[in-house]
Each structure stands twice: as structure tokens, then as C-alpha cells.
């Protein structure tokens, strides 16, 4: 099942703006680093159709290395275009209730954002796999316990402000997996085509989460 | 209602009367029995049996089939961590009072428009307490909230001094004592003439 996968890999990598041609350095770099999923990311600095082309440039050239799924999913046709790429899941900001059920009607995992216990239990009900827990940057930890107490069958995933120092915090604190943007995908390796040294990034995460 | 809700957690059905009868005992008269384990529907049944006049409802209730099935096992209240509308509908069609967790101004507006006026304020603590109850009652002057979360023996007091708490719940007084939590509950509610 997908769903295990993806609680084992525990990271998705979040490639947002990222130019078309260098997604497979850049998915290669990941890879090598022992990142198994990837969210290509809905964004206003680029036309859907462009994330798109990334999704399919991904899944046909890793096929049985990497998922890809798509992310900031806001509406129902981005998801059946998602699935037509070859996306395999969908991470949204919120909890929208066609966008989940579409993307369950389609096969695929569902990750929507959710933050209050109303937000989660209405995900977990409209059929969502995975919560994101969003934003979790600066996020009382307390908070994740708290809500698991209740709770204590959903799986969180932490997205937002995850980064190198402080992934084990929110590990221990009760999420089974992170959604991670910047600070794996660093904007200034992408620039220098310095892939090297996000496999290196990627390592050392892959070694926290251990 | 008693101004503290107990959340209790029955783990083994035999646990179900000497705990509901140490709240009994206690002077606390209702218990929310939360559906976060496999035998709570039947530990709301028997102790609705043995119990009758105490108020047992059942807590964390995610979703329509729980609250169809705690309402049939004879749960006198509902009580979720978040707003589910189809619980909502199916208890006002039934007539049980049903408590939704809300913590944001949609959330309760949601809750309002349901008809529901007082909610479960979950996790009340990491939420802003008191002062985000306050707050909240300034926009929502007729809505009554049972915080949830980091309220202990120690704000107990603060709390219910706060006339739009409509009770307080929680499990600190099933840790330890329950004797002497409940003894000490009670001589803080008389004190407030509660």
C-alpha cells in the first residue's frame, strides 16, 4: 500500500518554483539523498500547466524511485490533472471537501491541511489518508499532544518551518511524517546547480528521522 | 449539568461501576465516556443501568455511526474534540444535548447556526485559555463553553469564575485520589456559590 510507503519514508520534499529544466538533477539529487516522495507544488509564480509538465517529467523518468504527488491542490480539475500526469497524492493548504473526495474517487492518497480538531475530524470523515498539520511553524508542541489525546488514530504529518534542528521536536512530540520545503530544497543550491549539497541535506534528514 | 465534566476512559468494562461510583462517591455526578476505546459503548450501557440518575454521555465522538451508536447504548449527551454538522443535526433530531469542540469564530458561528449554544472549548490551554474565552465572548455574548484541556485543580477556580463557563471537563480528577480531587472540585464550586 502507498499509505505505508509513504508513513515509512516519512519526508516529502516540497519543490516549489523550481525551473522545468532542472527537475531531474534536482529529483535525482533527492533520490540520491534517500527521498522516496515528492510534491510538486501549485504556485502563482508559474501556470498550472507547468507543474503539470514537472509532475509527468517526474513520474516518467522515476518510475518505482519516486512518487510525486501535487501540492496547494485548490479545486477538482487540479486533481484529475494531477492524476493524468501520473500524481499519486495531494497535499492541499485546507480541508475542502471535493477536492478530498475526487481525489479518493481517483485512487489517490489524500493529505489536506487541517489545524483545529473540527478541521481534522471533518478531513478524516470526507476521507483523508494523512492530515497536514498546517502551519506548523512555531506551533505550540503541546498542541500535537494535546490533540492526539482524543484523538489518538490520526496521522499528522508537519508541514511548514520543518527544518534540520528541529524535525526530532516534532518527531517525538507525536507526527509520523514531514512535508519539507526550504530548508531541504534550498534555493541557493538550485541557483548554483549545487545538487551535491541538497543529497547531503537530504541525508542528514533522512539520519534524523531514523 | 455538574459544573465539571469528567472525561473518563474505560479500558476494561469491569473498571466501569467502581469508577463511576468513586465520582458518585465524590459528589460529581455525570461522566463523559469517551469512545477511544472498544468497549465504550457498552461501558456507557452498564452504567447507565447501574447509574441511572447520573448523567452519562459519551466523548470524542468523530462521526455519525459513533453518535448513532452511543445514542442507542443510552448516552444522555454528545460531546466531540471538533464540530461535526451531522452529529449536530442527529442529536437536535433526537434531542440530546450535543457539545462540539469550536475554537475559531467560524467554527462557533457554524455551531450557532446549528442551534447549539454551548461548546466545548478544546484544547482550551494551547487555545489562550481564559483569555481567548473572554475574548470570544465579546462577539458571541449568548454562547457558554466547557474548556478542556489544562484545566486543572490549580485554575479550576479562574475558570469557573467566569460566568460564561458553562462547566469545565477534563480527566485530572480521575489521576491519583478521585476522593479527594472530587472533595477538592466541591469545596472550590460551594465557594463560588456555583
Known amino acids: ?210 | 449539568m455538574d459544573k465539571v465534566i469528567p472525561v473518563v476512559v474505560i479500558k476494561d468494562l469491569k473498571d466501569t461501576i467502581p469508577t463511576l461510583q468513586a465520582l458518585k462517591d465524590g459528589g460529581i455526578n455525570c461522566a463523559e465516556i469517551t469512545f477511544r476505546t472498544a468497549c465504550a459503548a457498552d461501558a456507557i450501557a452498564l452504567g447507565v443501568k447501574e447509574f441511572p440518575d447520573m448523567n452519562i454521555g459519551a466523548g470524542t465522538v468523530v462521526n455519525l455511526a459513533q453518535a448513532k451508536k452511543a445514542v442507542e447504548f443510552g448516552a444522555k449527551f454528545l460531546v466531540s474534540p471538533g464540530l461535526s454538522v451531522k452529529v449536530a443535526k442527529f442529536a437536535k433530531k433526537k434531542g440530546i444535548p450535543y457539545f462540539p469542540g469550536c475554537v475559531t469564530p467560524t467554527e462557533i458561528m457554524t455551531a450557532l447556526e446549528l442551534g447549539i449554544e454551548i461548546v466545548k472549548f478544546f484544547p482550551a490551554n494551547v487555545y489562550g485559555g481564559l483569555k481567548a474565552l473572554k475574548a470570544l465572548s465579546g462577539p458571541f455574548p449568548q454562547l457558554k463553553f466547557i474548556p478542556t484541556g489544562g484545566v486543572d485543580l490549580t485554575n479550576l477556580e479562574e475558570f469557573l469564575s467566569f460566568d460564561k463557563i458553562y462547566a469545565v471537563g477534563g480527566s485530572f480528577m480521575m489521576k491519583g485520589d478521585i476522593k479527594a480531587n472530587c472533595d477538592a472540585i466541591n469545596e472550590i464550586v460551594s465557594k463560588l456559590g456555583k
Do not use: W
Open chain 1, 1 to 210: 500500500m502507498l499509505t505505508d510507503e509513504i508513513e515509512k519514508a516519512k519526508i516529502i520534499a516540497i519543490i516549489r518554483d523550481v525551473d522545468k529544466n532542472k527537475i531531474i538533477p534536482l529529483a535525482n539529487a533527492l533520490f540520491d539523498g534517500g527521498i522516496r516522495f515528492v510534491e510538486i507544488t501549485f504556485s502563482k509564480n508559474e501556470s498550472d500547466n507547468d507543474v503539470l509538465d514537472k509532475i509527468k517529467i517526474i513520474s516518467d523518468n522515476f518510475k518505482g524511485k519516486l512518487h510525486v504527488g501535487a501540492g496547494t491542490v485548490l479545486n477538482e480539475t487540479q486533481v484529475e490533472l494531477t492524476k493524468k500526469a501520473g500524481g499519486e497524492f495531494i497535499v492541499s493548504p485546507d480541508t475542502c471537501k471535493e477536492v478530498i473526495s475526487k481525489t479518493k474517487d481517483l485512487g489517490m492518497i489524500s493529505i489536506p491541511g487541517a489545524f483545529t480538531p473540527t478541521e481534522i475530524v471533518s478531513a478524516l470523515n470526507f476521507g483523508a489518508d494523512f492530515i497536514k498539520l498546517f502551519p506548523a511553524k512555531n506551533v505550540n508542541l503541546s498542541y500535537i499532544k494535546a490533540i492526539k489525546t482524543p484523538l489518538n488514530n490520526i496521522k499528522l504529518f508537519a508541514f511548514s518551518g520543518i527544518k534540520l534542528n528541529n524535525v526530532k521536536k516534532y518527531a517525538k512530540a507525536g507526527v509520523c511524517g514531514f512535508g519539507i520545503g526550504s530548508d531541504l530544497i534550498d534555493k541557493k543550491f538550485i541557483e548554483k546547480n549545487d545538487f551535491i549539497s541538497i543529497t547531503k541535506k537530504a541525508k542528514k534528514f533522512m539520519e534524523k528521522i531514523k
